[in-house]
């Protein structure tokens, strides 16, 4: 019987026959830092594989293949060639079958041609999936060497929705091992670097898709989120992601970590190089009705009345709030920055602007926190036993120290659980309360439309150093509470602008890591700045029209 | 310091107080056993009280009180004075604030003279609820000698939603120790017992709802339903009620067994002496938007478009499935010929009938009882420790043997409760896909559009013999299926019609036991006999107006 170990490097060797030989490059050395300009610089792509990869607005795409001006086999080529270059630098792919989806894509060429009409309202687009995202015959390994060779017997829900919508997959993207870290880095594959930084992490647990994406590799791609993970890589990649509210969007069939833990929910959603793509995926899936396929998805159809914020005074004048500090960890300057440059936006813009107050956060994070570990480590162990492979305790690697907070220790009784679980909805109630009373604080005659937040305290960090209940605590509060919260890329860190500032009164021992990680602005520069928007329940559609809204106002 | 016996018969005596002494009558003795004449036979009630209480469609009620025809005092005193009434036959009450309703009904009454406008659609109606949707100001005991003069600090969610509505809340209902069982007995407020034949049970939990509305003292109630409390009760007094889908009504705020229980939860929803009051509740709830109000309750107001059947072919042609017998145990012979007459009356209307095949039931229920059982035990000795008192192990009473199947023993681990709930999910998504495919046994070209099933396999029994995981097999398992079901008064047992059928080969000890349970017909002469009608998750409005064809079905 083989190792751990020969297992992974099997698995690896596997890969890299996977890709089509001409289609290696010669890589930079380790020590050029930001490979986003590689794909272009490498020669491998042609002028048209340029400009169909340089198009970052999903629905010019969608149109160019619908009216037949760019063939689906020539955009798969494209992406597909594109991912392959950023595979070399960033690390960012698992499973790679670009000959499946140049059959499908030759497929649906045909189709178009025969019929004069697309095939669904996502034809022809190739669709990047995070590893969990079962396709039938591949395997799904999701970062654990113990479920290398375990082959999909079918495809999960959602990319069949996807695939009935026309879409093409053509690679899967890389995963930490468990998925419950903010980092991506596992014992098959390895780590996943930041594109505009290699030392900065590419953030996690969706890390291969935000790389992917930023890369220009794929312009949509599935992710999933339990406490930021599509979040997180969004943010930390300058790219867009939504986080939709649990059963929105369908799960069934994806694999999975805590499976049957039932109340702080991983959820599926896009991330994209636009907004519009965030869009663009909602609506397609929607228009499957989900709720026919998967027992836990809302009977909610995408609503064109929510999306014209019906429910937001037709968002002529939104009230937003800002989140300026979570009162576990301060913001560094680069964030700070950021927040207020978006709070100018909007008030040029007329919208009204005022502050978000924390609301416990601290007794809703230990909620969570207690919900993941409840069986956490008996869950990883009923993986890794197989093989006795370790469960990593950091992002580092091999020469990580041992930090098992996020891992849990024995199981705890299923009557403990309720009662964090009940505390946790008690929580919940408050913070809707809360939500709800803000209508006295706005000029509108309605509560706040929406909250926007930090993603993160901080920038991508160097390797090792984005923590679960510290640095995440940003997004994993959301989860707890279920709001749907869309993440757009508001600027980058520049040193000059972005000074530390002086020593505050430190509120935890928390808050003092986090303000000495920014004591050299230079380990950050150049690396995305991002807000994350908040809305309540259900609210999708609303979401996305008002972070259309923000990164507009942004823009101008 | 008391003890628990002596607080149970105080709380007794101050609900005797509360009562209004004109209104207590000559008791029938213990061996009438149809009590439902009595209101019309005390000379308690006036001519017009009588006219009042003898309407069963809530939108006539309606109508009258917007049009100022009949006062909201004058319907709340005779829809109070018949409650009083039918709780001293059947013992159905457990709080009772007349005074207090009736001078809401006053406010009611004078705010409509002074703006010609009715406050909201339940304009003056008086509504009756469970003895867990807390009220402020008063107890809320839930069948816990230990909760007796545990104050509630404000209304439910759905109270408020329902004042807010116009209604008049003015007694609280009985329930079993627990909410755990399927009739209806605790040991504060004692046992409430069937209407039509005071041998029988009310069934539970939500029985004292069922007895009141049975007896006329209630038009609409509020009920609650995690293994068929909703709908048990419903059928075996002969009335209507709708188990809606998880998280369609608030139930933040009301009380609850297995409170953090998070994957089989306890919903609320109607019972009512007519369907149109079924539907006016969801209608009216629903415009409240209750999602602002309680954080998981689903963004999706009531859908006249859905309730017109957009999805199930306007209701030209439907295709029903009837649930002749759920493989565990088989229906008594009055259950069979409800099920025979409804489909006759169906295919006589022009629709379809096709068999229903049970889906792995068994395992279904054993997941359900396993979830229960998971903190059962530590969650009821959590409350009953504080005094002492007993937790029931029957429904018999005193003379209870002891019967612990649904009580559970220590609390299982998390990791323990996380790999059933997972189970459980599969066998939801393998039940909903099974229901997809049913398209290719139709002639419409949709799936089935409703599922057919008994309640339970028999009419009302005896006290003490409804138990849960034989008896309640047939609604328990769509809650664990999330299915929003309604239930419809069908017939009465008729002994010389429905008599024992010859044995049958035993599909197992329960379904002998079932079988023994109908060895002599006139035990149950007269009772109820009720189907329910069952949905797909979320599709309330559907359900609701499918049951109004199958109902208007019967009664051609």
């Known amino acids: 019987m083989s190792t751990w170990q020969e297992i992974a490097a099997d ?28 794909p272009e610089d ?28 760019w063939s689906s086999v020539a955009v798969v080529t494209a992406f597909a060639k594109r991912a392959i270059i950023a595979h070399q630098v960033t690390n960012c792919l698992t499973e790679i079958f670009i000959d499946k989806a140049l059959e499908r894509a030759a497929w649906l060429d045909e189709q178009l041609k025969t019929t004069g009409k697309v095939v669904g309202p996502l ?26 060779g375990r082959i999909a017997e079918k495809n999960a829900v959602l990319a069949d929705i996807l695939i009935d919508c026309g879409a093409v997959p053509y690679v899967r993207t890389n995963v930490p091992q468990t998925l419950m870290w903010p980092e991506t880095y596992n014992l098959v594959f390895g780590r996943t670097v930041n594109p505009r930084n ?115 005074g037709g968002g002529k004048k939104l009230c937003f709030a800002i989140l300026w500090d979570n009162g576990i960890v301060k913001p560094h300057p680069p964030v700070k920055r950021a927040l207020e440059m978006t709070k100018a936006a909007l008030l040029k813009a007329g919208h009204e602007v005022v502050d978000w ?20 480590l008996e869950d990883y162990q009923a993986v890794t036993s197989q093989l006795g492979e370790p469960i990593l305790e950091s992002m580092l690697g091999a020469e990580a120290e041992a930090t ?8 705890i009784s299923a009557f403990r659980l309720f009662q964090i679980q009940k505390k946790l909805l008690a929580l919940r109630k408050e913070s809707l309360d809360l939500w709800q009373a803000t209508q006295s604080q706005t000029s509108t005659g309605r509560p706040v439309d929406a909250i926007i937040s930090p993603v993160a305290a901080h920038a991508p960090t ?20 279920d709001y749907p919260a869309c993440v757009f890329p508001v600027t980058a860190v520049d040193p000059q602008l972005d000074m530390p500032s002086p020593a505050h009164a430190f509120l ?49």
């Open 11 to 38: 698995k690896r060797a596997r890969q890299t026959e996977s890709i089509p030989k001409d289609w290696l490059i010669a890589k930079p050395p380790d020590d050029v830092l930001d490979v986003t300009t590689v």
């Open 42 to 69: 490498s020669g491998l792509l042609s002028d048209l594989e340029l400009e169909i990869t340089s198009v970052v607005d999903v629905s010019v795409l969608l149109n160019n293949l619908a009216t037949g001006k």
């Open 123 to 148: 034809h022809g687009l190739p669709v990047s999936l995070k590893d969990q995202i079962s396709l039938q015959g591949l395997e799904t390994i999701m970062g654990y060497v113990s479920w290398v």
């Open 198 to 312: 290699r030392t900065l992490t590419s953030g996690g647990s969706s890390g291969g898709e935000g790389a992917l994406i930023a890369m220009h590799g794929s312009v949509l791609g599935v992710g999933s989120d339990i406490g930021g993970s599509i979040r997180i890589p969004a943010a930390m990649n300058g790219i867009y992601g939504l986080r939709p509210t649990c059963n929105r969007v369908p799960y069934s069939g994806a694999a999975n970590s805590l499976e049957g833990q039932d109340s702080i929910r991983s959820v599926l959603g896009p991330l994209s190089s636009s907004l519009n793509g965030v869009k663009t995926f909602m609506k397609a899936v929607l228009s499957k009705k989900p709720w026919l396929l998967d027992p836990l998805v809302v009977r909610k159809p995408w609503s064109e009345e929510e999306y014209s914020l019906v429910d937001h």
């Open 357 to 376: 107050k924390s609301y416990k956060y601290a007794e809703i994070i230990e909620c969570t926190r207690d919900i993941w570990t409840a069986a956490g």
């Open 404 to 411: 098992a907070e996020y891992v849990g220790q024995e199981s």
């Open 462 to 481: 160097p390797h090792g150093k984005y923590t679960y209940f510290r640095s995440a605590a940003y997004t994993l509060v959301f989860n707890a509470l």
């Open 508 to 556: 935890s021992e928390d808050d003092k890591l986090m303000y000495e990680l920014y004591d050299d602005p230079s380990t950050f520069k150049n690396a995305p700045v991002a807000l994350q928007l908040v809305g309540r329940g259900l609210e999708e559609e609303a979401v996305v029209a008002m972070t259309e809204i923000v990164d507009a106002a942004l823009k101008v």
